[in-house]
């Protein structure tokens, strides 16, 4: 446990390490899963990988799968614990203009009930087929993007 965590100022390496405590669900080489202490309800989870990655992208693919592979074991285990949960969302905020305040990886699992305030305020937009279509192929391009942080 720890050997992985790189950043001895980042909390949640040092969670990893031990340094933190927490409430730990799940841990393997790769994955930690604990509960965090600002839940949005009982039983909200935060799953990160044991090496200090800032956003999806600074892993690769097949630590990335795992990550969401854990996610999908501890969704199961949330709904079958007997914690209120009648859904989930799972949510992940990759950079600060998503949101994200702790700058290691992690996913939330977050029970849901049909009560409770929860709420993701969006302001959804249309988008022309041609807009769209000019979208998807913006992106196309950017898979085949070979370096730094392009690499498919």
Known sequence: ??????????????I???RVRASRVYEDPQVLAFMDIHPAAPGDLLVIPTVHATGLQDIDETLAAHLFR????LVRGLRRSGLPCEGVNVFLADGEAADQTVFHLHVHVFPRTTDDRF????????????????DAA???????LRGPDRSP
């Not at 854990?70 to 074991?73: D, N, S």
């Not at 959804?124 to 087929?129: D, F, G, L, V």
């Not at 913006?138 to 085949?144: D, K, N, P, S």
Request: one cysteine or more; hydrophobic letters at 40%.
């Open 1 to 14: 446990m720890g050997w992985f965590a790189t950043d001895p100022t980042c909390t949640f390496c040092g």
């Open 138 to 144: 913006r992106i196309r391009a950017g898979l085949t």
């Open 119 to 134: 709420r993701l305020e969006v302001r959804w937009q249309e988008r022309s087929r041609a807009d769209l279509d000019d």
């Open 70 to 73: 854990v996610v999908h074991l």
């Open 16 to 18: 990893v390490a031990g």
